[in-house]
């Protein structure tokens, strides 16, 4: 029992770090946060999220960054990335095979992210 008490506080020490400095990105957030699809376990108090409706401006741009700069890096390096599109109403599914000389594709991406928003 004293093992579940240390380990309660160690799991404790993480959720703050965790809340203290991550965000969550989540990719057709209207219908992966339906309640039906949920189990909800909250942990510290009850508050209204950040940014409000300027969260679904910021996703918007960053998946069409990604979106843009990874047609960039596909027709620079098209070893590097696969880009699949079933049709044109569906985000594509992008995926990193190799690196690209000194940096990495993944890398290269996200500093053009970056640099979008």
Not at 28 to 57: A, C, M, S, T
Request: charged fraction near 30%.
């Amino acid at each position: 029992q004293f093992h579940d008490i240390e380990l309660a506080i160690e799991l404790d020490k993480l959720v703050q770090e965790i809340s203290g400095r991550a965000r969550d990105i989540i990719d057709e957030g209207d219908e992966v946060l339906h309640h039906r699809f949920q189990l909800v376990y909250p942990i510290g108090r009850r508050g209204n999220p950040d940014g409000k409706e300027l969260r679904w401006h910021i996703m918007e741009s960053v998946l069409h960054s990604v979106k843009t700069h990874a047609k960039e890096l596909h027709a620079e390096h098209p070893s590097a990335i696969t880009i699949t599109t079933k049709d044109r109403h569906q985000y594509p599914v992008i995926r990193f095979l190799a690196s690209t000389g000194q940096e990495s594709a993944y890398h290269w991406l996200c500093k053009r992210i970056v640099a979008d928003v």
